[in-house]
């Protein structure tokens, strides 16, 4: 069955290093991914959008990578903040706008 | 300030209850979606319209949900009956192939429901 995997657990670092969140995926061939954040009591915000042609792809200090062979994303902010802390969802595009999405990963940078 | 609007946003009531939640997509996009989103579950597409037309709503339990566009303006989501089960963040989330990214979608704030 198909399947979209983030890290479960939360992850804590300190301000300043970089955070490396993953998503994996199965029984897909998503033509786009993408990633968003969400804030509590609010609706996910879109962060970035990477094709299955592109390796990576850059905005401020966010990174992302996708990698079809090993169905794997990884998605990079570096120089992070404790305004950086937030649920950050990895989706995946099925075909035409059908999406689906990850359970997300909570980040909390602390100062 | 383009956004996607969603009435009520919270919402208690009881079970065996009918529940209307309305959308308002930014205007002049021609996709919005309805999700769900619990912490067992996460977010999960219930169904999505494309200039008004159902394209799929294989997400949605069918005896007791329905999702319809009147208008290019207003999406309703309706639950009835309604069962404590569907507690839950309904979003509204709506994108237009204009954007600069294809498939960026636009969140609305979200009803909160609870079902008692």
């Known amino acids: 069955s198909q399947k979209i995997e983030q890290n479960s657990e939360a992850l804590n670092i300190q301000e300043g290093k970089t955070a490396t969140l993953t998503c994996n995926y199965t029984?897909?061939?998503?033509?786009?991914l993408q990633w968003y954040r969400q804030d509590p009591g609010r609706g996910p915000v879109f962060l970035l959008l990477i094709r299955e042609n592109e390796k990576e792809k850059r905005k401020e200090r966010l990174k992302v990578t996708f990698d079809t062979t090993l169905k794997q994303s990884l998605f990079h902010i570096t120089a992070s903040q404790p305004a950086d802390s937030a649920t950050y969802l990895c989706?995946?595009?099925?075909?035409?706008?059908?999406?689906?999405f990850g359970a997300g990963t909570r980040l909390f940078v602390k100062a | 300030d383009a956004r996607v609007t969603q009435t009520p946003r919270d919402k208690v009531t009881e079970m065996g209850q009918e529940v209307t939640m309305r959308c308002q997509p930014i205007?002049?996009?021609?996709?919005v979606f309805w999700y769900r989103q619990t912490m067992m579950q996460g977010l999960e597409l219930l169904a999505y319209f494309r200039n008004r037309a159902p394209l799929d709503d294989s997400g949605m339990p069918k005896d007791r949900f329905s999702a319809e566009m009147p208008d290019a303006t207003l999406a309703t989501l309706k639950i009835q009956p309604s069962e404590p089960r569907d507690s839950a963040v309904y979003f509204c989330?709506?994108?237009?192939?204009?954007?600069?990214?294809?498939?960026?979608?636009?969140f609305g704030p979200g009803t909160r429901l609870t079902v008692l």
């Open positions: 989706a995946l595009d099925t075909g035409g706008f059908k999406t689906i």
């Open positions: 989330a709506s994108a237009s192939p204009g954007t600069r990214e294809p498939n960026e979608q636009f």
């Open positions: 029984n897909y061939s998503p033509a786009y």
């Open positions: 205007l002049g996009h021609n996709t």
